[in-house]
């Protein structure tokens, strides 16, 4: 592996050289990521297309999986539920009482305001801010 050219040295530097050495390692890091996407996107999509291949393999042997000298595939099942009409799905589940249909969490936006408002996080809620460091460049 390479070692980095943009060590952080423990000298004590200005605070604008430390701006621009983190802006200049972020693009780096950007411009390196950008060109090994492009780089494996061949292998993705190839990737892609045999998945299609042996799920269609599966689907029309009728099989879960297939065991063969090189490896097992298989077919697994990914579910997605989201909301397309929000006053129907409410009115339903308080019509019908399903509430197991929703999830049990806070809302953060909701929550932070009660914070703000009160001084303290509702019952039993764990409420957590924490910093991290956000540079724009010039």
């Known amino acids: ?12 530097a200005s605070i604008d050289a430390r701006v621009d050495q983190y802006v200049q390692i972020r693009d780096m890091i950007r411009d390196m990521e950008k060109k090994h996407e ?3 996107k061949p292998y993705k999509d190839a990737l892609e297309q045999l998945a299609s291949v042996l799920l269609n393999h599966l689907n029309t042997t009728g099989l879960e999986s ?7 595939v298989y077919r697994s099942e990914r579910v997605s539920a989201t909301i397309q009409d929000v ?6 589940v308080e019509g019908a009482k399903a509430w197991e249909l929703i999830d ?14 009160n001084g303290t996080a ?5 409420y ?6 956000g540079v724009r460049r010039a």
């Open 1 to 12: 592996m390479n070692k980095p050219q943009h060590q952080v040295t423990p000298t004590p």
């Open 38 to 40: 492009e780089a494996i």
């Open 66 to 72: 297939a065991r063969t000298a090189s490896g097992t």
């Open 87 to 92: 006053s129907a799905f409410w009115g339903y």
């Open 104 to 117: 049990k969490r806070a809302n953060k936006t909701a929550v932070t305001d009660y914070v703000k408002n």
């Open 122 to 126: 509702p019952p039993g809620v764990n």
């Open 128 to 133: 957590a801010v924490s910093h991290i460091v």
